[in-house]
């Protein structure tokens, strides 16, 4: 397959297609496509961040600090979830696991606008809605998908996806309050 079929196959799996998550599971290619899109689009955003307003010095450190967070994030991440998966009765391996889950990072395209969260703008509004709509969406794209290749119910599916991703966003806000508290207290 070409790459421009694994987009086509990425806007499969972000509308809930179990045929082509299935096949990508077993594709042993899917890995580097599937990797190549998610970094593609970390690209992009440090692309477009290059005309915001950041220093210099932040602009060339998004192209190396974006694509690497991206793999680091997606490794810790869907292996959390891998984890609670098996607990609850997944039958699936890691890596077929994880190939499927880096295609819909297609849809962080719909991110990537640069807005000013300090000024309130139509836009600015547009565009938190933008990433509301684009982070439930990729939550039941990934318990779709755990479901699928995992073979578990939907209810085992939903708590895999959501305990995971409670604890990451329960360490990221923890993480968030210490920097926060660091640079106010200094």
Do not use: C
């Not at 680091?72 to 609850?88: Q, V």
């Not at 190939?99 to 600015?124: A, Q, S, W, Y």
């Not at 998908?145 to 360490?171: E, P």
């Amino acid at each position: 397959m070409e790459f421009v079929e694994y987009l086509q196959d990425a806007w499969k799996v972000v509308t809930f297609d179990e045929k082509t998550m299935s096949n990508l599971s077993k594709d042993k290619n899917a890995l580097i496509y599937g990797l190549a899109i998610a970094l593609a689009v970390s690209l992009l955003s440090a692309v477009v961040q290059l005309f915001m307003d950041v220093t210099p010095l932040e602009k060339g450190l998004n192209f190396i600090i974006l694509p690497v967070t991206t793999i680091l994030g997606t490794l810790i991440i869907y292996g959390l979830t891998h984890l609670f998966a098996k607990w609850l009765g997944g039958k699936a391996d890691f890596m077929p696991f994880y190939k499927v889950l880096l295609f819909p990072h297609i849809l962080m395209v719909l991110n990537i606008f640069p807005f000013d969260v300090e000024e309130i703008t139509t836009f600015g509004v547009i565009m938190v809605l933008v990433i509301i709509a684009t982070a439930i969406w990729s939550l039941l794209v990934d318990i779709k998908i755990t479901k699928v290749i995992h073979q578990l119910s939907i209810g085992r599916a939903v708590a895999a996806v959501l305990i995971s991703s409670g604890i990451i966003l329960t360490l990221l806000v923890g993480l968030a309050v210490l920097f926060i508290n660091s640079v106010v207290y200094v």
